[in-house]
């Protein structure tokens, strides 16, 4: 639901969870009612994605801003088939997976649980205990929800199913054996080792790699039995075409320098800048050449602490002077 603008619509008539929720297509409203356990799962998930987004682009000139009045969270910045609209479906989605399966694992749901096919022969010095996290179950609800209202025969479904699978595949990707040490003293004389997803973090740093590195695509269209269908081909045939793990657009973002609605950008005056930079992060390039101001800006902050035994921890409060780079 995030990026196809408003869609209201009339839910009266369904339950008062999922009926009260707007933008919903039917195959969504069916699934909120027959997994209504999983539901808040899959909202934490969005704002998961959400926040990491606004992480990853923190320093860039479109820098995940949301907007609070509107079913389109995001304005019309993801009308676009753009870079930007490639990585929200795909932080989306992967969050929804990640959250899931972590629900699963913490036992709040009794339609999923831990993964009981991690359980073959153990390693050297280690063994299979805990709750391995049931990564597929995350996978297969995400691509069930998310997926629902990408079912047209033209190209941005295309390109939002791909971008969908490739944050999911990052989940399974980055899936890695976790283990507790057990034995006198924290000896680890054994080990108990657990099937488990990575932080969320470094599926944004992962993804924002990807959105960096993102192919560009051409839209072609098919005579198919069922009329007129789009698909995507790689823009550029001397370049490695895509997999399944990378991101996909067809067409360029704006540069976001100036407010425009019709874009959704908010321009970049008065957002912070680092002068010492020279990434997309600094000054120069933030401010897009109109420069910036400088004012300087008095900080309280804790200094001079010290650890008394046992066990506080005492500090004075300083006042520290900051220089604060907006630009203009």
């Not at 740093?205 to 995507?232: F, I, N």
Request: aromatic content about 8%; proline content about 4%.
């Amino acid at each position: 639901s995030l990026a196809l603008g408003q869609q209201y619509t009339s839910l009266g008539s369904q339950p008062i969870l999922c009926g009260s929720i707007p933008g919903l297509v039917p195959k969504q409203l069916r699934f909120c009612r027959n997994y209504i356990e999983i539901m808040p799962s899959v909202a934490e998930g969005v704002k998961l994605g959400i926040q990491e987004c606004q992480h990853q682009f923190r320093g860039r000139r479109w820098n995940c801003t949301t907007i609070d009045d509107s079913l389109a969270i995001f304005g019309p910045v993801l009308d676009k088939a753009t870079r930007e609209s490639a990585f929200v479906h795909a932080i989306a989605s992967a969050g929804v997976a990640f959250a899931v399966t972590r629900s699963c694992a913490e036992g709040t749901s009794t339609i999923c649980g831990c993964d009981s096919h991690h359980k073959g022969p153990p390693g050297e010095g280690w063994k299979w205990g805990g709750c391995s996290e049931d990564a597929d179950f995350g996978v297969l609800v995400s691509r069930e929800f998310a997926d629902a209202r990408e079912n047209r025969p033209d190209a941005r479904s295309a390109m939002n199913r791909h971008n969908n699978e490739a944050g999911r595949t990052t989940i399974l990707d980055h899936m890695h054996l976790k283990c507790k040490c057990h034995g006198l003293s924290g000896s680890c004389e054994v080990k108990t080792c657990w099937w488990a997803q990575p932080d969320f973090r470094a599926i944004g740093d992962y993804l924002k790699d990807k959105y960096d590195s993102a192919s560009e695509m051409m839209v072609e269209k098919h005579r198919e039995s069922r009329g007129w269908v789009e698909t995507l081909r790689a823009k550029y045939a001397l370049f490695k075409p895509p997999t399944e793990r990378d991101l996909v657009y067809y067409e360029n973002s704006p540069n976001f320098c100036e407010p425009n609605p019709e874009t959704g950008s908010f321009g970049t005056r008065d957002r912070m800048c680092n002068v010492t930079s020279h990434g997309i992060d600094g000054c120069d390039l933030l401010c897009c050449g109109r420069g910036h101001n400088t004012r300087t800006e008095k900080r309280k902050e804790k200094c001079h602490c010290i650890f008394h035994w046992c066990c506080y921890v005492s500090c004075q409060e300083c006042i520290r002077v900051y220089d604060v780079h907006t630009c203009k």
